[in-house]
């Protein structure tokens, strides 16, 4: 056996989990489809960088109406809230703050959930899962009223390829 097989087969298995972790399958830049959803933005584009066990997001879309819509974070997948803000920014330029917290949760490789707080209170839940080999990000959205009621439901389907 050659001397250096062994510290170089050393490296290659310590180095495996942080390459694999750059490989992550939400790894990218995400297009809304909008002929494959049911939601109701008219464009909407995800950027998404994982690196071990924290994310960070931006997202970006825009309704029918005109109003764009912009909020962006770092996490850990861990259930710790973490503060955020997004924005909304109106037709006529008005732009007004929407404070939230943000809830991350890995289920397995290419299932993960967000959630969206105000005031301590599940406001938006998005049950994400990474198909097609990372070509694909289906999220299952859930909007919830003050009382906790589901009151929308919505399937976003973004397009891309997990980098």
Known sequence: MRPWIGPALAVALAAGPALAADRDPFNGVWTYDAAQSTGGAYKQVLTITVRG????????????????????????YDGVPVRT????????????????????RRLDGTRRVLEHKVDGRIVRRLERD?????RAIVSELTDFDAQGQKTNSSRLVFVGRAQ
């Open 130 to 134: 990474s198909i097609q080999g990372g």
């Open 85 to 104: 803000t997004g924005y909304r920014i109106a037709p006529d330029g008005t732009i007004t703050a929407r404070p939230m917290e943000v809830v991350l």
């Open 53 to 76: 066990d924290e994310e960070t997001y931006l997202s970006d879309y825009t309704l029918r109406d005109g109003t764009r819509n912009v909020m962006g974070f770092v996490a850990r």
